[in-house]
DNA sequence: CACAATACGGAAGTAAGGTTCCGTTTGTCA
DNA sequence: TGACAAACGGAACCTTACTTCCGTATTGTG
C-alpha cells in the first residue's frame, strides 16, 4: 500500500507499545462487555487517552476488525498444523474443528463482539480468511477421499457450522462442545458412524 | 394479572385494531433493518405516532418480547401437533425442528432481531417456552427409547441447537437447510445412520 | 347529541457513546 | 542538549434513537 517510499522513519517507540497495548486492552473489555464495550474503556485499560486509540484505530470497527484477524491467525495457524499430521484424515478435520472452537471460546464475550462486528470489520480480515477456508479445503477433500467424511460439506460450509457453534458459547447452561461433537458426527460419512 | 376485576369495559376497538396493525408494522420493520429498526420507523409503518406505540407497547424491549412470545406460539404449535402424530419418533423429532427452523427462517432478519434481544425480552416469553421445551421433551423421550436418537440430548439442548441454527440464517450464501440436515444427523443413535 | 373516558400525535427532551480537535508531552537525531 | 516531528490526553462535540409529555381527536354511553 504506502510501503513505496521504502526507506521511510522507522515507527517510534512508544507507537509499537501503545499499539499492542490497546489490542491487550480491547481483547479484555470486548471479554467484559461484549460489542458494548465502549471506547473510553478500552483507552482506559491501555491507560491512554482516547485520543490516542483513534490515531492507532480510525474508528471502532477497525478496531474490532484487528481482532479479528488476530483471532483468525490463531486459528489459521492450527489449521496449517492440521495438514502436516499423519493419520486418519476426518479425524485431523476434527481436531482443527475443535481447536477452532477451542479458540473462539477462550474468549467467548469477545467472541460476542465479533459476531456482531459489522460487514466492514470482517473485510479487513478477508486475506486471512480466505487462507483459513483453502487449508481446511485441502483437509477436507482429503478427508472425503479417504471415505469417512460426508461428501455435502466444503470449506464455505465451516464458516458456517462454526458461527453456529460459537454463537452458543455465550450462554449459561449451553455445553457448546456437545454441541460442536452433534455436528462432528453429523459430519461423519453415512453408515460410518 | 389485573383480571381480578372481571367485569371491565371491552377495550376500544381502536386500540385493538391498533396493536395488531403495530405487530405486523414491527415485523417488516425488524425484517428489513434487524435490531436496528427503529421505533420512529415501527411507529410510522403502522400510521401511527410514535406515542402511541408507547402506550401499546413501554418499550422496545417490551416490543420484541411481544413478537419473541408470537414466533415461538407458532413452534409451540408445531411441537403440540407432533404429540398427535404417528410412526417414527426420530422422525416426528427431526420434522418438529426442521418446521421450527422455518418458523425462524420466514423471517431472518426478524429472526436476527430476536437474536440480539436482551434477556428480559427473552424472559417477557418465558411461559411459552418452558412449555415448548416441555412439549419437546416428551417428543425427545420418545425417539430415544424408540432407540433411533442419540441419549446425551435433551429439550434444553434443542434451544441451543435453534439458535445456532438461526445465527447463520441471515447469511448471504449460507445454507442453513444443509446446516440444519448435519445437525439432524448427528442427532441419530451412533449406528443408525 | 353531549359528555366523559380513553386513545392518539408528534415535537421536544434526554442519554449514551463514538469521534474530533488542539494544546501538551515525549521520542529521536544531530 | 536543543529542536522538531510524532504522539498523546481528554474535554467537548455531535449524532442517533429511545422515551416523555400534553394538547387534540376518537370512541362509546345515557
Redesign the interface.
Same mark, same amino acid.
Not at 181 to 187: A, K, N, R, T, Y
Given at each position: 500500500m504506502n510501503n513505496i517510499a521504502v526507506t521511510q522513519k522507522p515507527e517510534r517507540a512508544d507507537k509499537t507499545r501503545n499499539r499492542a497495548r490497546i489490542l491487550e486492552a480491547a481483547s479484555a473489555a470486548f471479554a467484559e462487555f461484549g460489542v458494548e464495550a465502549q471506547m473510553d474503556d478500552v483507552a482506559a485499560r491501555a491507560g491512554l487517552g482516547v485520543g490516542t486509540l483513534y490515531r492507532h484505530f480510525a474508528t471502532k470497527e477497525a478496531l474490532v476488525g484487528a481482532m479479528i484477524r488476530e483471532r483468525f491467525a490463531l486459528i489459521l495457524d492450527l489449521a496449517r498444523a492440521g495438514l502436516e499430521r499423519e493419520g486418519e484424515p476426518f479425524a485431523v478435520v476434527k481436531d482443527v474443528l475443535r481447536g477452532g472452537a477451542g479458540v473462539c471460546a477462550d474468549d467467548v464475550a469477545a467472541q460476542d463482539a465479533l459476531?456482531?462486528a459489522g460487514d466492514e470489520a470482517w473485510r479487513r480480515a478477508g486475506d486471512i480468511l480466505e487462507e483459513l477456508q483453502a487449508t481446511m479445503q485441502v483437509l477436507i477433500d482429503r478427508a472425503q477421499a479417504a471415505g469417512t467424511m460426508?461428501l455435502?460439506?466444503d470449506s464455505?460450509?465451516v464458516?458456517?457450522?462454526m458461527? @453456529?457453534?460459537?454463537?452458543?458459547m455465550s450462554?449459561d @447452561? +449451553? $455445553? +457448546?462442545q456437545?454441541?460442536l461433537?452433534?455436528?462432528? $458426527? @453429523?459430519?461423519a460419512a453415512? @453408515?460410518a458412524?
Open positions: 459476531m456482531a460426508r455435502d460439506f464455505a460450509d464458516s458456517m457450522i458461527c @453456529g457453534v460459537s454463537a452458543t450462554v @447452561g +449451553w $455445553d +457448546w456437545r454441541h461433537e452433534i455436528l462432528l $458426527d @453429523g459430519l453415512p @453408515g458412524r
